[in-house]
């Protein structure tokens, strides 16, 4: 080729390579995700005004400069608060995710952005990639409080619950408040030390400011601590006084609901529940109806509602398979949703994927025992629960059901002296699970 014609083809070359650069410069970028709007109760108060506000001005603030990382993050982080609030996760961990992989497409070692999608992954089940994610945090930033949260949180997920307690540890060393509390309550339930469980929720919920969501949450997982505790009157308490600091709370109408059922006060139980269920899309208020619509004589009620929580959970499984972005992992419960129609084999098949991803967690390692059991498959049973009762939780629940197991596989005494103590620990255990056990003792 002649001088002229390289020089002639360079500039061509460079001519085409300009062109492509404007247009690709030019091409609009992916339209910002929007809020969904709050319905009846949820869009009453300030709370919602001020969202709108918030993520209005973030919006603006990227319409003008798309590439403000800022901005993507906290419109990020108001969409994870959002999804938390509304129950609307699909939609909401979708636009999270769509402005984190901006963030971290162009800083890879942002440690809000890491830590963002790493707390969102854990919200969605994916606890490995969760894991993954709040390490390259740790390496980035490793004096951060919030960073050592995640990965306790990951370390529980996963079933390494030593790492879990080194992890909450370092986070209370180096900023004990409400989210550091919580973690410590949480590693004492599942070492069976209920009342430190109650005394570290207690310090949670007094760090935090009340009325603001995570606060209320605190609140009502300490109410849930005393309902397992057989401690009614606590539990209903804290869920009444959260409900005057954040009205319709669907969590805390629950955890009355829950309070009602103990007292076998089954209309009022159901009333709350359904109140619940209208205000956020979480499958585990109708899985909660499917056992009080059956202990209230309206069978036909039961099976829709467990249908319905079965569709739910399908839903985000196959959001999950198609993008999992979007879906959360769910096996666990769905297990547990197959028991209540009787499926079985179901119940069996997503148990042991759930065990595949997380054989080390304690209920995992519950669920796939009491799925055997549920199938006369007694000797499986009582290896999972082996696994299960490893960090000696005093949990009644697990501890009746390894009663249960017990009995059936000829250890008559260890049996007995397991649901001995769950009704002990909580005389208002389920009502099936706590008549299963009492027959058995019964005739022992």
Known sequence: MTTPRRILYALLVVGFIATVGALLLRRPTAPLPQLKIRQGAMAAG?????????????????????????????????F???????????????????????????????FEALCCKASLSLTQHHFSEG???????????????FVYGLLCDANVELGSYAAAVRMADKMNQ????LTAYSRVSYLREIHGDLPGAVEAMQMAVRAGVPGMEQTEWARVTLGHLYEITGNLEQ?????????????????????????ERARQHYPAAIKQLEKARTLVADYAFTDELTDLYRLNGEPQK???AARDAIRQLDASAEAAEADENVGHYVDRELAFAYL???????AL??????????????DVCETMAWVHYKRGEYAAAAQYMKKARRTNSQNPTQLCRAGLIALKTGQDSAGQALIKQALAINPYLEADLADEGRKLLAVR
Do not use: F
Not at 174 to 177: C, G, K, L, T
Not at 340 to 346: A, C, G, I
Not at 349 to 362: F, G, L, S, T, V
């Open 174 to 177: 180096i900023r004990p408040d």
């Open 80 to 110: 994870m608060q959002e999804g938390r609030v509304t129950g609307e996760h699909a939609y909401y961990d979708a636009a999270a995710v769509q402005l984190l992989d901006r963030v971290l497409r162009a800083e890879p070692d942002n």
């Open 235 to 259: 539990a209903e308490n804290n869920y009444q006084q959260s409900l005057q600091y954040r009205p319709s709370y669907a969590y805390a109408l629950a955890g009355l609901g829950r309070v």
């Open 302 to 304: 039961a099976q829709a």
């Open 340 to 346: 209540k129609t009787n499926e079985l084999d179901k």
């Open 131 to 145: 894991l993954e994610l709040a390490r390259r945090a740790q390496a980035v930033n490793p004096h951060s409080g």
């Open 46 to 78: 300030g709370e919602w005004l001020n969202t709108r506000k918030a993520v209005a001005g973030l919006q603006a603030r990227l319409r003008q400069q798309p590439n403000d990382h800022e901005a993507q993050l906290q419109l990020a982080q108001a």
């Open 349 to 362: 098949k997503h148990a042991q994927i759930e065990y595949k991803r997380r054989p080390d967690n304690i």
